[in-house]
């Protein structure tokens, strides 16, 4: 059965930077495409930035500039946060799609003063 683990979430200042991982029990090249998706207290869980099987890379308008992913050759995707806003405070979750739809269990971004 195929998994999702993410990890590297926290608690940062506005401004600070941080570096999520997941990590899938199979080849990240496996799937067609993987992306990272975060829901905030209250709202719908939205897109962040996705990469696909291809490489072409998309990003939510409200973190172009900021945010960057990536993947490595075996079996993780990762996403460097920078200049952290309050905004960004979510539950941030791993995707991965072939055939179905896989979902991580989420990690928390709190970004506070």
């Known amino acids: 059965q195929v998994q999702l683990v993410e990890s590297g979430g926290g608690l940062v200042q506005p401004g600070d930077s941080l570096r999520l991982s997941c990590a899938a029990t199979?080849?990240?090249?496996?799937?067609?495409?993987m992306a990272w998706y975060r829901q905030a207290p209250g709202k719908q869980r939205e897109l962040v930035a996705s990469i696909a099987g291809g490489g072409v890379i998309n990003y939510a308008e409200s973190v172009k500039g900021r945010f960057s992913i990536s993947r490595d050759l075996k079996n993780s995707v990762y996403l460097q946060m920078n200049r952290l806003k309050p905004e960004d405070t979510a539950v941030y979750y791993c995707?991965?799609?072939?055939?179905?739809?896989?979902w991580g269990q989420g990690t928390q971004v709190t970004v506070s003063s």
């Open positions: 199979e080849a990240i090249f496996s799937f067609t495409v």
């Open positions: 995707y991965g799609h072939r055939s179905v739809g896989y």
